[in-house]
């Protein structure tokens, strides 16, 4: 199972709204709704931010949403703010019964 | 409040194996299932494998198969990962992560552990 595509990087000036692509095949994101989003600051462990394409968990930012077409998957992150730069991670669910992660992108706050 | 709590650091000699363990708190363990991800220095996230704690069924990345095992231990909520056979490029943190609903393979990962290095040289 080959890595979903991410951009390296993404930035933005504060207040200012980004969107992070991640795309696949049809044996994962064109086929399955369970697409995730992580954030990772340094030296800490993921955070997820949205989960099944466009749900996000409690306690988490009604700033970050996802969305899905076809094998791309995306996360929009709207009025950005220092604390969002991180790293972050798409994954997908797949017909084999496992789990597929981008390469992730670094998101950079001007 | 939902906890996972890994084992710590390890240091390990090219061929050898490692084995990380992760204690659950704070819910019912054989309700959920745990997946292991691991990210090697400066790289990127990947998965491995997931148990479920309902019956023990795994799931393995084929990139894994044949040299990682998961186990569990009902009786004090615990999950391990055992990897065989250790290369250098296996230098990692290791997590565990839970789904986050019960049972399904397919549930995302809401909570995490804080993650194990497991450091392979000679």
């Known amino acids: 199972q080959s890595a979903l595509t991410q951009p390296a990087s993404v930035s933005g000036s504060p207040g200012q709204s980004i969107t992070i692509s991640c795309t696949g095949t049809s044996s994962d994101i064109g086929g399955h709704d369970f697409v995730s989003w992580f954030q990772q600051h340094p030296g800490k462990a993921p955070q997820l931010v949205i989960y099944?394409?466009?749900k996000g968990p409690s306690g988490v930012s009604n700033r970050f949403s996802g969305s899905k077409s076809g094998n791309t998957a995306s996360l929009t992150i709207s009025g950005l703010q220092a604390e969002d730069e991180a790293d972050y991670y798409c994954?997908?669910?797949?017909?084999?019964?496992?789990?597929?992660f981008g390469g992730g992108t670094k998101v950079t706050v001007l | 409040q939902v906890q996972l709590v890994q084992s710590g650091a390890e240091v390990k000699k090219p061929g050898a194996s490692v084995k990380v363990s992760c204690q659950a708190s704070?819910?019912?363990?054989?309700?959920?299932?745990i997946n292991w991800v691991r990210q090697a220095p400066g790289q990127g996230l990947e998965w491995m494998a997931w148990i479920s704690g309902y019956n023990g069924n795994t799931n393995y990345a084929q990139s894994f198969q044949g040299r990682v095992t998961l186990t569990m231990a009902t009786s004090t909520s615990t999950a391990y990962m055992e990897l065989r056979r250790l290369r250098s490029d296996d230098t990692a943190v290791y997590y565990c992560?839970?789904?986050?609903?019960?049972?399904?393979?397919?549930?995302?990962?809401?909570?995490w552990g804080q993650g194990t290095l497991v450091t392979v040289s000679s």
């Open positions: 992560a839970r789904g986050r609903v019960p049972l399904i393979p397919a549930a995302s990962f809401e909570y």
């Open positions: 704070g819910y019912t363990f054989t309700t959920y299932g």
């Open positions: 994954t997908s669910h797949t017909d084999n019964i496992t789990w597929v």
């Open positions: 099944d394409v466009n």
